[in-house]
């Protein structure tokens, strides 16, 4: 064990800054109204604070007893109200008839785009682009907040290790540093430098914490795991978040070692507040206040609102333990009244931040500019650049427009689907497919779906498909998932290519036809049964709005694919849950030791194997590694030089290496700095992502990359839940991905 010598530090200080970093600065003025406001508030109408309601999509008329709530301010907030004149009105009546003219905030789950949607999230991770990332995000509140919306949903910042889960289509992929640039990059973009800018809304990270580690992938399922792994690997992306002033927090449905975090103390309270000095309010996810019934931590609602209110949660979303419960639980003395100004001081902190006691009606003259030319131009880049080349069999792509192509499978032209999981808002009307794209060019091309949809397991349309293959030079297929196989509660155990697409793609290579795939989905998609049956694979995820004319451009050479993996892309489910910073084991596997399954010989003699970690039948390597991306030309990589062997603590290290585009077309690489810490006081991953630079270089064209890191970046929590770097040897990679690059090392002393 390295001798730890950075000063020891509490528990409650971990992760912590000595100031709050929050974008804003605490006005004294907001404090007073605000002591005032709640100074003249009944227990009935603090209550109302925390109550988050809805209004069913559907229904015609304001039911009267939901207007009366609002007239006796017994509602805080609403989510899901569309309808502008229900907006319009409820407003109204906080503002002019509620006792004390506190207004609403409302809330809507704009994820990736409200109406232009853009990437899913794990797409626009692949863009590994925090201005992107940030500008979709701008233009997604412009659009909403049209419609009265100041408050999002959004960003999800859950690590995902699984591919099987629905929801690692919202996430920001698997690497804790990837997450902490982006989800940055979200809040700034939702919320800017001025939460009271009326085209700007309130940011919520979420779900914290932890949701992506549910066992199995299976949503809302229990969440086992250390301290220190939640420190460092968990944590980081939402103190990000909070750092560039993260309005909200959500909290998950999961519990965490056996503690559901909607009534879990020691997270809401002591880290998220003592600890990262997050001062705006916490809301439950739908219904995960009384969820902690069905848990078996809560014996009745009564129970469940108690355990909430003592964990320091602010507002509950859609249940109503708080509205049944609270004022008996004070009574009682099991709640105090100081927990509940607590609560709704948090609460109208935001609602000034967002300037609503000075502007709480929407302003009716912005429309948003659904639609408009700059925001689909913004759409159609991050579709672009979210774009994964995965393979590219003797540089088919990009293709000619001269080619003659025939455009086959069932995601050629799905505008519904190729919006994604979460764009409850985007109209398919206005969704660009391929087919669409290629309508509107030069190509020679013809079209036959041969299934209808991503689960068919017809053959009807197969006779028709290959037919049209056979008079191309090259085949087109459109697979993956529809938009409904990916999110919230929508995870799967086999993730190939769901219905007869792996049939047909087989009933297609017999026309010895070279074979594009171009996959839009949530996950990313095994393909170990068909790899070898197409010349090339291209990742599009749900690409959105432009995705039909960002996948053109990149298949003909118009753009280039720019995307890199955020997650491990794995050979089978059964290597789930799989990520590249993983531990290194004390039989680490190897391709010299490791011995597949066909190969093992007739009555082998039990130890003859290896004996260390990997499958018999896929091995221990993804089918691609994260940080993995091909363009249309290639790079070299040479020259890695470290300024210095030895650093001292808070001593910067300068990395140099030179990049060349050895290729014959111009083109961009991301180049990937990482770290091993060798030997620890807990064991660390064999590698950690630590920098990474978007290159722009011609053909022949070489520039040298500087990287800087210091001790700082060394740092990680340890099992005495001290945070510090370690004396100690690091290895050090530059490359194109995690599974490739150029290696040094150094050493870290006092």
Request: hydrophobic share 40%.
């Amino acid at each position: 064990m390295k001798k730890t010598t950075l000063l020891l530090i509490s528990i409650l200080t971990i992760l912590s800054c000595k100031e709050n970093k929050n974008v804003f600065i605490k006005d004294t003025t907001h404090q007073q109204k605000i002591e005032s406001i709640i100074s003249k508030m009944s227990l009935e109408e603090k209550i109302g604070q925390t109550n988050l309601r809805g209004v069913s999509s559907r229904a015609k008329v304001l039911p009267e007893d939901l207007k009366e709530s609002v007239r006796k301010g017994n509602v805080g907030a609403f989510l899901n109200i569309m309808n502008l004149e229900f907006v319009d009105e409820l407003q109204r009546i906080a503002v002019e008839e509620s006792p004390n003219g506190i207004p609403l905030i409302f809330g809507r789950d704009v994820i990736h785009g409200f109406k232009t949607i853009f990437p899913i999230p794990l797409g626009l991770a692949a863009t590994w682009n925090s201005k992107i990332v940030e500008k979709s995000s701008e233009i997604a509140a412009f659009e909403a907040s049209a419609t009265g919306i100041r408050w999002t949903f959004a960003p999800m910042l859950d690590i995902a290790r699984d591919s099987r889960w629905g929801r690692i289509a919202e996430s920001p992929g698997e690497d804790p540093y990837l997450a902490k640039i982006l989800g940055k990059a979200y809040v700034k973009g939702f919320q800017g430098d001025d939460l009271t800018n009326p085209y700007r809304i309130a940011a919520c990270a979420k779900h914290y914490i932890a949701y992506g580690a549910a066992i199995g992938g299976r949503d809302y399922n229990t969440v086992n795991l250390s301290e220190p792994l939640l420190r460092n690997i968990y944590l980081p992306p939402f103190k990000s978040a909070i750092d560039a002033g993260a309005a909200t927090v959500m909290s998950s449905f999961n519990e965490i070692n056996g503690i559901p975090a909607t009534g879990n103390k020691f997270l809401l309270k002591d880290v998220l507040r003592n600890e990262l000095n997050f001062d705006g309010f916490v809301v439950s996810d739908w219904d995960s206040v009384t969820e902690m019934i069905a848990h078996g931590y809560a014996s009745d609602e009564k129970h469940a609102g108690e355990l909430a209110a003592k964990a320091g949660l602010d507002m509950e979303m859609t249940s109503e333990a708080y509205e049944h419960h609270l004022k008996t639980l004070i009574n009682e003395k099991k709640i105090s009244i100081k927990e509940l100004n607590d609560f709704v001081r948090n609460i109208l902190r935001i609602k000034f931040r967002l300037g609503l006691f000075k502007n709480p009606h929407r302003n009716k003259n912005h429309t948003g500019d659904f639609y408009s030319e700059n925001h689909l131009k913004v759409a159609k880049k991050a579709a672009i650049e979210s774009t994964i080349l995965l393979k590219n069999n003797k540089f088919i792509l990009p293709l000619s427009e001269k080619t003659k192509v025939a455009i086959i499978g069932p995601l050629a032209d799905a505008p519904h689907e190729q919006l994604g999981t979460w764009s409850f808002d985007g109209e398919k009307e206005h969704t660009n497919t391929p087919l669409t794209a290629y309508k509107n060019s030069k190509v020679n091309f013809s079209f036959s779906k041969g299934l209808n949809y991503s689960r068919d397991a017809s053959k009807k349309g197969y006779k028709k498909a290959i037919r049209s293959a056979k008079k191309s030079d090259v085949i087109l297929f459109f697979g993956g998932e529809e938009a409904i196989l990916s999110g919230e509660a929508h995870s799967r155990a086999n993730i190939d290519l769901p219905g007869a697409q792996e049939e047909l793609i087989n009933e297609l290579a017999k026309t010895n036809k070279p074979i594009i795939l171009i996959i839009m989905a949530g996950r990313p998609i095994t393909l170990t049964n068909i790899i070898d049956k197409v010349d090339a694979v291209i990742m599009g995820w749900h690409p959105g709005t432009m995705g039909g004319e960002a996948l053109y451009e990149v298949i003909h050479g118009i753009s280039s694919p720019e995307g890199r993996l955020p997650v491990s892309w794995p050979k089978t489910a059964g290597q789930l849950p799989f990520f590249y910073n993983h531990k290194n084991t004390g039989r680490p596997a190897d391709s010299i030791s490791f011995i597949p399954m066909d190969k093992i010989p007739i009555a082998a003699w039990q130890s003859s194997l290896g004996n260390d970690s990997h499958y018999l039948d896929v091995g221990f390597t993804p089918h691609f590694p994260f940080g993995f991306g091909l363009t249309y030309t290639t790079f070299k990589y040479d020259n890695l030089s470290l300024s210095k062997k030895k650093i001292k603590f808070n001593e910067e290290l300068e990395i140099k290496t030179h990049i060349t585009n050895s290729g014959k077309k111009d083109g961009k690489e991301i180049v990937q700095l990482y770290i091993q810490d060798i030997v620890g006081s807990i064991t660390r991953p064999i590698k950690e992502l630590k920098r990474f630079k978007h290159v722009y270089l011609k053909s022949g064209e070489t520039k040298e990359i500087t990287f800087t890191i210091s001790s700082k970046d060394l740092e990680f929590v340890n099992h005495e839940l001290i945070k510090s770097a370690e004396e100690g040897k690091f290895n050090i990679w530059v490359g194109p991905n995690s599974a490739q690059g150029l290696k040094e090392t150094f050493y870290l002393k006092e």
